[in-house]
């Protein structure tokens, strides 16, 4: 069977893919736009599509018959994929749950404690040459141990992330989800504006797409307190920027931490000039070990296929 590949994996990944199928990989790093959505379709048994692939409905629509079978994504987010458009043409759809988990939870906690404690800007000012020495007032943070966590979407991620500050900071955890969760940690259920109101730190651990699209926008910046600061790991469109822009410049939250972004990879200029916000380049995953588990996880769905069993991961 035809494999498109459409961004190079990991070597160990592409070695295993090569065992079973006759392998198609893109040799740019660049997202697949329509037509190459629309020629892969045609073309090609399973795709393996990362972030941003572009198979959308319209995709679909220009495909009357497509030879493909399985669209097995690399991510445990498939927001670039239009399900619904995927099913009606008869080509399934796969992802990656549980290999991203641990990662992104990390990631989540790394921009907590960055922002929280200037880790950025302290950073930038010494590798400028600035720093003169330690004083009493120097770059004052708040301090994350006690603080009360708001997780908004309490999936596995959500929950590896309220789980790692509870247990390692002693947080008080507040989440905001559709159904009540069963944790085990102390965690208290609320609705989004007040459990918004009542967070030190805000984490967005929601899925994209377009239920979830502006979840964070002005009215749920103005519920946050003045003091408190705001972690985006889930996907850029889920936020509102503009708005995440005017709450920081008005003073009405503290600081952000993101990685991913509403129009990425452009990041607003906005979000650059200020020093209390920190920006990494969408590293939820980045391990290598971490991206060879999402590998042999999308390549066992598309083995599966092969082989005519059941899918592992269907979404």
């Known amino acids: 069977m035809k494999l498109l590949v459409s961004r190079r994996l990991p070597e160990s990944v592409m070695m295993a893919a090569a065992d079973h ?15 190459e959505c629309v020629a892969a379709l045609r073309d090609f048994d ?3 599509p990362t972030l941003g692939d572009a198979f959308r409905a ?3 629509a220009e495909v009357s018959r497509p030879r493909a079978r399985l669209l097995a994504n690399f991510g445990v987010g498939y927001n670039h ?11 399934a759809v796969t992802n990656t749950p549980g290999a991203v988990t641990d990662a992104t939870a990390d990631i989540a906690l790394t921009l907590i404690l960055m922002t929280a404690r200037r880790a950025g800007a302290g950073e930038r000012m010494l590798r400028a040459g600035q720093w003169a020495g330690w004083h009493p007032t120097q770059m004052l943070g708040m301090h994350v141990s006690g603080r009360t966590v708001c997780i908004i979407g309490m999936g596995r991620i959500g929950q590896a992330i309220a789980r790692r500050c509870h247990f390692g900071f002693g947080c008080k955890i507040v989440y905001a989800n559709r159904s009540p969760k069963a944790v085990d940690f102390p ?7 007040a459990a918004l109101a009542a967070a030190d ?12 699209h ?9 519920a946050m307190q003045p003091h408190a600061i705001f972690v985006n790991i889930s996907r850029g469109d889920v936020v509102d920027e503009t708005a995440l822009v005017a709450a920081l410049q008005a003073g009405k939250i503290a600081g952000a931490g993101l990685d991913v972004y509403e129009f990425e990879p452009k990041v607003p200029q906005a979000f650059i000039d200020m020093e209390n916000v920190t920006l990494l380049p969408h590293l ?3 391990a290598l070990d971490v991206r060879e588990d999402m590998g042999r996880m999308a390549l066992d769905n598309c083995i599966a296929l092969a082989q005519g069993r059941a899918l592992p991961n269907p979404v």
């Open 201 to 212: 730190i805000v984490v967005l651990a929601t899925p994209g797409g377009a239920a979830t």
């Open 284 to 286: 939820g995953t980045a």
């Open 81 to 91: 994929i239009d399900v619904a458009a995927a099913r009606t043409a008869g080509v």
């Open 21 to 35: 199928f006759d392998v198609t990989c893109r040799p740019v790093t660049t997202p697949m736009d329509h037509a």
């Open 187 to 193: 965690a208290r259920q609320m609705d989004m504006p």
């Open 214 to 222: 502006h979840l964070m926008g002005a009215p749920e910046f103005a």
């Open 46 to 48: 399973i795709i393996l």
């Open 58 to 60: 319209p995709a679909f």
